[in-house]
Structures are given as structure tokens and as C-alpha cells.
T-cell receptor, first 118, second 111 residues
Framework: DAMVIQNPRYQVTQFGKPVTLSCSQTLNHNVMYWYQQKSSQAPKLLFHYYDKDFNNEADTPDNFQSRRPNTSFCFLDIRSPGLGDAAMYLC?????????????????FGPGTRLTVL | DQQVKQNSPSLSVQEGRISILNCDYTNSMFDYFLWYKKYPAEGPTFLISISSIKDKNEDGRFTVFLNKSAKHLSLHIVPSQPGDSAVYFC??????????FGKGTKLTVNP
């Protein structure tokens, strides 16, 4: 089945120790997103890739970086995790209809990675 | 500033009855709306959507209503089943590749 896969499902790291979360997709979608979701909060968009173009949200801390080496994979790097970065990290993909900047199709989510910072 | 608001953090209904989940938005540029369902330890899954050119969209037990003048949409589930117990997120798109999500409403359907 076509799907969005996130690894690991649970990640424990120490304060300040870099961590990388991974996402892969078999949907061949051209857009990939990273969201941060804290308890009882809305998923918050950190950034997204439209093909190879990186789009950062204005309020995403510099501590968060991303890489998309190819269509199928996208990584979230947290360079120096703080206690406030403990959250669920969701990867999503979508197919943008029409020309560049057009309407997104439905976003498909992976199961998420639960990050704990000690 | 929350552009998509789900003011009820939780809702409890009896099996077989109607569940109504509400969502309000503030951005007039939103023209496409979606509902997602999320079970614990899983990612959100798409449930149903509606374009701003419509005021109703139906899919089986799920119906979404859109009132553009009130900037309000609602999700009706009839009849509700225990398996519908989950967190429901409302999301809106301003005509781009992004979505803006609400905080979610936790629905509990009691047998």
C-alpha cells in the first residue's frame, strides 16, 4: 500500500544532543511537510518542500532544519533539542494540483514520531 | 492568532445518536476545508472535505456543512459508533499548498 512512513516512532534524546527524524513516502507526492504537535494543540507547520524548494515558516526556530535528498525522503534535524521541543512530529505529503503554487490536494500523514527530551 | 477554532475540546454522545463537531474560521481567503480524524499513536487521516463553492458534502455517515457568511463549518456523524471515538481536526486552505489546523475536538461515543 502507498503510504507515509516515519522512523523512529519514538525517539528519546538528551538536552542539546542533535537528533534526526526521517520520513519516507511511496505516494510520489511533490510536497512534503513537517508539523510539530504538542498536547491539545493544533499541528503547527514548521516547513515544507515543494519539490526541491524549501519553504520555512516565519516562526520556525533556527534550531530546526530539514533535508529532502530525493522525492521519497525528507528529514527533520533538531540541532540542539531543548525541553520545549518535546512533541509529536508529523510528516505529511500532498500532490499539488495545477501549476506551481496551486491548490493542495489532501495531505496524507505518517504515524508521527514522539520525541522526548531528557 | 488562531485562524481556525474548535471551541469544544471534547464531546460525548451515545451510540446511534448524532455527533456534531463545530469549527469556526476567521480568514476570508480560506476556500477549502477538511476534517481529519486521529486515533492515539497514529497520524491524522483524512475524513471529508468541502469546497467553498458548496454548502454541503456527504460521504456515508459523515456530512460536512459550510456556512460562509458565518465562517462556520460543522461535521455531522449519523449514526455515531464507538469506533468513531477519536480526535477530530478541522483544517482550512487559503488556496495554496498549506493547511491551517484547529486544536481538535475529542469525540467519545459511548456504547
Amino acid at each position: 500500500d502507498a503510504m507515509v512512513i516515519q522512523n523512529p516512532r519514538y525517539q528519546v534524546t538528551q538536552f542539546g544532543k542533535p537528533v534526526t527524524l526521517s520520513c519516507s513516502q511511496t505516494l510520489n507526492h511533490n510536497v512534503m511537510y513537517w508539523y510539530q504537535q504538542k498536547s491539545s494543540q493544533a499541528p503547527k507547520l514548521l516547513f515544507h518542500y515543494y519539490d526541491k524548494d524549501f519553504n520555512n515558516e516565519a516562526d520556525t526556530p533556527d534550531n530546526f532544519q530539514s533535508r529532502r535528498p530525493n522525492t521519497s525522503f525528507c528529514f527533520l534535524d533538531i540541532r540542539s533539542p531543548g525541553l520545549g521541543d518535546a512533541a509529536m512530529y508529523l510528516c505529511a505529503t500532498s500532490r499539488v494540483l495545477g501549476v506551481a503554487g496551486g491548490r493542495t490536494d489532501t495531505q496524507y500523514f505518517g504515524p508521527g514520531t514522539r520525541l522526548t527530551v531528557l | 492568532d488562531q485562524q481556525v477554532k474548535q471551541n469544544s475540546p471534547s464531546l460525548s454522545v451515545q451510540e446511534g445518536r448524532i455527533s456534531i463537531l463545530n469549527c469556526d474560521y476567521t480568514n476570508s481567503m480560506f476556500d477549502y476545508f477538511l476534517w481529519y480524524k486521529k486515533y492515539p499513536a497514529e497520524g491524522p487521516t483524512f475524513l471529508i472535505s468541502i469546497s467553498s463553492i458548496k454548502d454541503k458534502n456527504e460521504d456515508g455517515r459523515f456530512t460536512v456543512f459550510l456556512n460562509k457568511s458565518a465562517k462556520h463549518l460543522s461535521l455531522h456523524i449519523v449514526p455515531s459508533q464507538p469506533g468513531d471515538s477519536a480526535v477530530y481536526f478541522c483544517a482550512a486552505s487559503p488556496g495554496s499548498e498549506k493547511l491551517v489546523f484547529g486544536k481538535g475536538t475529542k469525540l467519545t461515543v459511548n456504547p
